[in-house]
């Protein structure tokens, strides 16, 4: 099962907002609305942003949102914090009944 | 709330077994998947594996087929992760992760395991 493609790198300003790209495939963003993110802080545990392509678990600033369209998902950004600096992953449920992650989004606040 | 700890780092040397423990804690642990995961030094995170806490539902990343075992301790709600032939490859954090609808709701604080002689 091959990685899903992130961009690596994205930035933006200060109360401006981003979007980060997730691309798979028909096995997996494409078949199912299993995708979900993820934000790392260095030297932390990751941290679920985002359930099911769109949901917020229960203390997630409301400025994450996520979407999905065919084969990719993305997760938006907006009114960029200074604190939303790190790095994001995807994530998606396979048809092989198992999971693949993004390679990985660095966001620089600017 | 939710807790997952796990046990502390370990160094091996090449083609050694290591078995990583992950204590779960502040929900009902016999309800919930448990998922691992693993990121190599300044690298992404990869899936290794799914166990369910009392059913018969272990499924492993094809890459590590063979050579990882995930194991439950129902009684003091403890998972644990064995990984053996290792390499230098496999120097990493590894993580417990509980699932949620199909997402890693909850992480351990990470296990570093490094690889070498």
């Known amino acids: 099962q091959s990685a899903l493609t992130q961009p690596a790198s994205v930035s933006g300003s200060p109360g401006q907002a981003i979007t980060i790209s997730c691309t798979g495939t028909?096995?997996?963003?494409?078949?199912?609305?299993?995708v979900s993110w993820y934000q790392q802080h260095p030297g932390k545990a990751s941290k679920l942003m985002i359930y099911?392509?769109?949901n917020r678990p229960s203390g997630v600033s409301h400025r994450f949102s996520g979407s999905k369209s065919g084969n990719t998902a993305s997760l938006t950004i907006s009114g960029l914090q200074a604190e939303d600096e790190a790095e994001y992953y995807c994530?998606?449920?396979?048809?092989?009944?198992?999971?693949?992650f993004g390679g990985g989004t660095k966001l620089t606040v600017l | 709330q939710v807790q997952l700890v796990q046990s502390g780092a370990e160094v091996r040397e090449p083609g050694a077994s290591v078995k990583v423990s992950c204590k779960a804690s502040g929900y009902t642990f016999s309800d919930y998947h448990m998922h691992w995961v693993r990121q190599a030094p300044g690298q992404g995170l990869e899936w290794m594996g799914i166990?369910?806490?009392?059913?018969?539902?272990?499924r492993y990343a094809q890459k590590f087929q063979g050579r990882i075992t995930m194991t439950r301790d129902t009684a003091t709600s403890t998972m644990y992760m064995e990984l053996s032939s290792l390499s230098s490859e496999d120097t990493a954090l590894y993580y417990c992760?509980?699932?949620?609808?199909?997402?890693?709701?909850?992480w351990g604080q990470g296990t570093l395991v490094t690889v070498s002689s």
């Open positions: 166990i369910h806490p009392t059913a018969d539902d272990t």
């Open positions: 992760a509980k699932d949620y609808t199909w997402s890693f709701e909850y």
């Open positions: 099911e392509v769109s």
């Open positions: 994530s998606s449920y396979t048809t092989t009944r198992t999971w693949v």
């Open positions: 028909s096995s997996d963003v494409g078949a199912y609305d299993h």
